[in-house]
């Protein structure tokens, strides 16, 4: 019974020797041009020759130190490849570093190696960014273009124009732009601005090594606004005058060329009713005699002021002639 088990072992070995043989395996190889920045690279590999059997794992493995193995690094996909051309991303590499990879297949317990590539990591690299010119305006809104000359050694993430008082930074107001650009111009819309103040913007750029700043641009805003003015109380009233007193609180964005009070017997005067007209004002308070009124007669009265942008009034206050 025992020559027999050993006859049987015999019989079982020769035949799966002989599977062994019949077995062909998958042949690999990594293609030339991979792409590698300062933290990742992608790289493309090539089953030149599937083999016979089904695979159970395939992908790329890589180390520092050369013929890298299943046991270093790895990207792996389960299953019989679907095409014979596969790319595979290494992430988390060290900038500057000089790494060995070789794609892998397995089939049982043996595992197929491609012929092995070295590759360098590129250094640390931000991206290149340019500022731009101011190219619109409109009430507390700048229009200005930007460039980005170059990406870096990753991918850009998020750009835009970043402004403030002094030199600005991400931390402090900023437009952010997140669509895909490695290289070319890009437009920012600046919102929420003061009129007449000076500001002082940079285009930036983020990328996983960090941020990078454009070309400090200054521009001072243009003023639009009119004057302020209030209309205080009315002094001296009497059947045919009285004194009516304002302030001019802001001159606005330009000189006032003209100020003073209108009145009518109708709500809401202005300058096409009469008027006083003071030439070249400034803040302050300032005094109009109101003459040639009629007696026992209600008058309505505003304080006005006028520069380039416009003409503003204060409050309306109204009196009765005695």
Same mark, same amino acid.
């Given at each position: #019974?025992?020559?027999?088990?050993?006859?049987?072992?015999?019989?079982?070995? #020769?035949?799966?020797?002989?599977?062994?043989?019949?077995?062909?395996?998958?042949?690999? /190889?990594?293609?030339?041009?991979?792409? &590698?920045?300062?933290?990742?690279?992608?790289?493309?590999?090539?089953?030149?020759?599937?083999?016979?059997?089904?695979?159970? &794992?395939? @992908?790329? =493995?890589?180390?520092? *130190?050369?013929?890298?193995?299943?046991?270093?690094?790895? &990207?792996?996909?389960?299953?019989?490849?679907? +095409?014979? &051309?596969?790319?595979?991303?290494?992430?988390?590499?060290?900038?500057?570093?000089?790494?060995?990879?070789?794609?892998?297949?397995?089939?049982?317990?043996?595992?197929?190696?491609?012929?092995?590539?070295?590759?360098?990591?590129?250094?640390?690299?931000?991206?290149?960014? $340019?500022?731009?010119?101011?190219?619109?305006?409109?009430?507390? /809104?700048?229009?200005?273009?930007?460039?980005?000359?170059?990406?870096?050694?990753?991918? +850009?993430?998020?750009?835009?124009?970043?402004?403030?008082?002094? *030199?600005?930074?991400?931390?402090?107001?900023? /437009?952010?732009?997140?669509? *895909?650009?490695?290289?070319?111009?890009?437009? $920012?819309?600046?919102?929420?601005?003061?009129?007449?103040?000076?500001?002082?913007?940079?285009?930036?750029?983020?990328?996983?090594? @960090?941020?990078?700043?454009?070309?400090?641009? *200054?521009?001072?805003? $243009? =003023?639009?606004?009119?004057?302020?003015?209030?209309?205080?109380?009315?002094?001296?009233?009497?059947?045919?005058?009285?004194?009516?007193?304002?302030?001019?609180?802001?001159?606005? =964005?330009?000189?006032?060329?003209?100020?003073?009070?209108?009145?009518?017997? /109708?709500?809401?005067?202005?300058?096409?009713?009469?008027?006083?007209?003071?030439?070249?004002?400034?803040? @302050?308070?300032? !005094?109009?005699?109101?003459?040639?009124?009629?007696?026992?007669?209600?008058?309505?009265?505003?304080?006005?002021?006028?520069?380039?942008?416009?003409?503003?009034?204060?409050?309306?206050? !109204?009196?009765?002639?005695?």
């Amino acid at each position: #019974m025992l020559r027999y088990s050993w006859l049987i072992l015999l019989i079982f070995i #020769m035949g799966a020797c002989k599977l062994e043989d019949q077995l062909v395996y998958p042949e690999l /190889t990594i293609r030339p041009n991979w792409v &590698v920045t300062d933290y990742d690279a992608t790289i493309t590999s090539e089953f030149v020759s599937l083999g016979n059997a089904s695979i159970n &794992v395939y @992908g790329i =493995c890589w180390n520092k *130190t050369g013929d890298p193995t299943t046991r270093d690094s790895l &990207v792996s996909y389960s299953g019989q490849p679907p +095409i014979e &051309v596969f790319s595979s991303s290494l992430s988390d590499l060290s900038p500057a570093t000089t790494y060995y990879a070789r794609a892998f297949s397995r089939i049982g317990l043996k595992t197929s190696y491609s012929n092995q590539i070295t590759f360098k990591t590129l250094p640390i690299q931000l991206p290149s960014v $340019s500022t731009g010119n101011v190219t619109d305006e409109a009430i507390g /809104t700048l229009s200005i273009q930007g460039t980005i000359n170059t990406q870096g050694a990753s991918a +850009i993430t998020e750009y835009g124009h970043c402004w403030g008082i002094s *030199t600005p930074t991400i931390n402090n107001q900023r /437009t952010i732009l997140t669509s *895909t650009l490695s290289q070319g111009n890009f437009t $920012s819309q600046l919102r929420g601005l003061n009129n007449n103040t000076k500001y002082v913007i940079r285009a930036y750029a983020k990328n996983a090594t @960090g941020v990078s700043y454009g070309n400090e641009l *200054t521009y001072i805003t $243009s =003023c639009k606004s009119a004057p302020t003015v209030v209309s205080n109380n009315i002094d001296n009233i009497s059947a045919q005058s009285a004194i009516a007193n304002g302030t001019i609180s802001s001159i606005g =964005c330009s000189e006032v060329t003209e100020y003073g009070h209108c009145w009518s017997t /109708t709500p809401n005067p202005t300058t096409a009713n009469q008027r006083t007209i003071f030439k070249q004002g400034s803040a @302050g308070a300032f !005094s109009s005699a109101l003459s040639g009124l009629n007696s026992k007669t209600a008058y309505y009265v505003r304080a006005y002021a006028i520069n380039s942008q416009g003409t503003s009034y204060g409050n309306q206050v !109204s009196i009765i002639t005695l």
